[in-house]
């Protein structure tokens, strides 16, 4: 980062955001492997917070990938930058008061612990979805596992590459057992208990 870079400290603050639009602004980040339904409940969260009247944005892992992280690749070193970027955007966008919902398989912990590490305490609320490999691969709703296993996709977690499971998520919810209802309920239960909304 060059010398000459000041950051400017705005008069509109975050707190100022947040008196506005009469909720906090905060990360609720997603992982879990493919399949295991992280988009899904993201986007099923978020209409929830928008009928509450909250300033809500779903940052999803394949969205992503079409335009801020095209020129990434899936090597651990192209997933590491590609989750320091969501986590960069995330951080902005909590600052405008926005609530950031991210849907990202992020498996590895040292890079969900960066972007935790990025904002304040209570900030980021890591949500685990908990569903297997057999449970995914059962799914498999986009064929990917069928082409991870015939070779065709490299470095793919749970198959060829691993996932590491938060180990002190905030939430953990069993995408694979329970509704899609169920799951955003407790989310949504979680976030009235810490007066986030």
Not at 35 to 64: I, M, P, Q, W
Not at 156 to 184: M, R
Request: with cysteine.
């Amino acid at each position: 980062m060059s010398s000459n870079i000041v950051w400017h400290h705005a008069s509109v603050t975050r707190e100022k955001r947040e008196q506005l639009n009469g909720h906090k602004s905060f990360i609720l980040w997603f992982t879990g492997l493919s399949g295991a339904g992280k988009s899904t409940l993201a986007h099923r969260v978020e209409e929830l917070l928008f009928e509450r009247g909250c300033r809500t944005y779903v940052f999803d892992g394949d969205n992503v990938r079409h335009g801020l992280c095209s020129d990434l690749a899936f090597s651990k070193q192209d997933r590491r930058e590609n989750i320091r970027r969501i986590g960069e955007m995330s951080k902005l966008f909590i600052d405008a008061g926005v609530i950031a919902l991210t849907a990202f398989i992020s498996p590895f912990r040292r890079d969900r612990q960066m972007v935790r590490s990025l904002v304040g305490e209570g900030d980021f609320i890591e949500v685990y979805c908990d569903a297997s490999v057999e449970e995914c691969e059962n799914r498999d709703v986009k064929g990917l596992y069928k082409r991870a296993r015939l070779g065709e996709i490299p470095d793919f977690t749970g198959i060829s590459s691993p996932y590491e499971a938060p180990e002190n998520p905030e939430i953990t919810l069993h995408s694979a057992v329970d509704s899609l209802d169920a799951c955003a309920d407790r989310v949504l239960r979680y976030l009235e208990i810490k007066q986030k909304i």
